[in-house]
């Protein structure tokens, strides 16, 4: 089973600030895909990035950037330069084979203006 | 494409009475759907996958015959909370695949019910 840990349960920044969520997975796969969501008050869920197993490459995306690390089992997500609007709850997660999710706790983030 | 509905987006209801929240894929068709639960300030957890003409198949805790699930089609799947009680307000996700899919997988997500039960 699969299984991912989010160690950072609320991080406050001030805007402008970087920033970096944490997480870990667990999978015993050799293919697996990764995503981070970000979910804002109204609770919709906001697709960010996916990742599978093979792909190991870094990725930026405007201020967002991702680290993922094999070695470590490690999906971290950055956001450069902070803003208010930033402000949401994220999660990182793992796609089991059948299509659906495992969430991690998630990391509530407030960036303060 | 690969757009997932859900309706209604909130609903209050009274303890005892039941509620049907609905999943549809708008423009695809989808043989499997997933049901998860989010409670105030928890992370999704899923509750059952809705598969079209066969029973559903429930998360270990999820009591079947509280959350009924039917899915009559290839493009919708309800949810049925049946004899609704206040510990069960909680914010319900679904989430669908086009049918077929292989490779990369593309997985939408409704926009989600807020179900509050008084």
């Known amino acids: 089973a699969q299984k991912v840990t989010q160690a950072q349960t609320e991080i406050s920044v001030v805007e402008k600030e970087d920033v970096t969520l944490d997480c870990v997975y667990e999978?015993?796969?050799?293919?697996?895909?990764l995503f981070w969501y970000k979910q804002p008050p109204s609770g919709e869920l906001v697709f960010l990035i996916r990742r599978n197993s093979f792909d190991e490459q870094n990725e930026i995306s405007g201020r967002y950037s991702w680290n993922f690390q094999k070695s470590t089992s490690s999906f971290n997500f950055t956001i450069t330069a902070s803003q208010v609007v930033d402000s949401a709850v994220y999660f990182c997660a793992a796609l089991n084979y059948g299509q659906n999710f495992v969430f991690g706790p998630g990391t509530r983030l407030s960036v303060l203006p | 494409g690969a757009v997932v509905s859900q309706h209604p987006s909130w609903v209050i209801c009274k303890s005892g009475t039941s509620v049907k929240i609905e999943c549809r894929s708008l423009d695809f068709q989808a043989t499997t759907m997933f049901w998860y639960r989010q409670f105030p300030k928890q992370s999704l957890m899923l509750m059952a996958t809705?598969?079209?003409?066969?029973?559903?198949?429930?998360e270990q805790g999820v009591e079947k015959d509280k959350f009924l699930i039917n899915h009559a089609s290839l493009t919708l799947s309800t949810l049925t909370v049946t004899s609704a009680h206040p510990e069960d307000s909680s914010f319900y996700i679904c989430s669908a695949s086009p049918r077929g899919t292989s490779g990369i997988p593309r997985v939408s997500f409704g926009p989600g019910t807020r179900l509050t039960v008084t």
């Open positions: 999978t015993r796969d050799t293919t697996y895909y």
């Open positions: 809705s598969n079209e003409g066969s029973k559903a198949t429930y």
